[in-house]
C-alpha cells in the first residue's frame, strides 16, 4: 500500500468491481481506447491486475481518495512487442468525477517512487494516444521526457485506427 497526503494506493477489493465497471463503461473515461468494457471484461482487467502483483509483486493500485475510489495507478508490463519492450510502463485510469484535482499526478509520482526505490528500477515509460493531452500533460508533470524518435504505431490497434498512432514518454531513476 502506498499513500499520498489525499491519496490511497492499495490491491483490489471486491468492492471496486463495481465502480470500475463504470468507470470502463464511461466513454468519456476511454475516449481514447479502442472501445469500452462490458462488466465481464472489467472484472477480467481486474483478475489479470491482481496476478501481476502476485507474478512481479508490483501492478496497477486501485486509488482511493477520501475514501471512495477513483481509479487506478501504477506499474504493469506491456502484453505487446515494439521498439521499447520489454519494460515497465507507468499507467492511470480515474473516473471523470476525479479529474482536475491532480490525483494523476500524485497517485503517478507516488508510484514512480516505489519504482524507483522498494524496486529498483532504472526506467519507466509511459505511452498514449497522440491525441490524449490530458495523459501527456500527467507525464510531463511527473518529469516524464517525450521520446520523439520513440513515437509508434501501437501493434493491437488496427490499421487506419484515429488511436493506432502513439507517444512515447520516459523516465530513468534520479541520481544518487
Do not use: K
Not at 517512487?113 to 500527467?138: I, P
Not at 493491437?156 to 493506432?164: A, D, I, K, T
Amino acid at each position: 500500500m502506498l499513500e499520498t497526503e489525499r491519496l490511497s494506493l492499495r490491491r483490489w477489493r471486491e468492492s471496486d468491481r463495481e465502480p470500475f465497471a463504470a468507470l470502463n463503461a464511461d466513454p468519456e473515461v476511454m475516449e481514447h481506447f479502442p472501445a469500452l468494457l462490458s462488466r465481464d471484461e472489467s472484472d477480467a482487467l481486474v483478475g489479470r491486475i491482481e496476478e501481476g502483483f502476485e507474478e512481479r509483486g508490483f501492478g496497477l493500485w486501485a486509488v482511493e481518495a477520501e475514501g471512495a475510489f477513483i481509479g487506478f495507478t501504477g506499474l504493469t508490463v506491456p502484453r505487446f512487442t515494439a521498439g521499447f519492450t520489454p519494460c515497465v510502463e507507468i499507467g492511470w485510469r480515474l473516473a471523470r468525477r476525479a479529474w482536475g484535482y491532480g490525483y494523476a499526478t500524485e497517485a503517478a509520482t507516488a508510484a514512480l517512487g516505489d519504482a524507483f526505490g522498494r524496486l529498483g528500477l532504472e526506467e519507466v515509460v509511459s505511452f498514449t494516444a497522440v491525441q490524449n493531452l490530458r495523459s501527456q500533460a500527467v507525464m510531463r508533470r511527473i518529469g516524464m521526457s517525450r521520446d520523439l524518435a520513440g513515437d509508434f504505431d501501437h501493434p493491437v490497434l488496427p490499421e487506419g485506427s484515429p488511436l493506432r498512432r502513439h507517444v512515447l514518454y520516459r523516465i530513468r531513476r534520479p541520481a544518487g
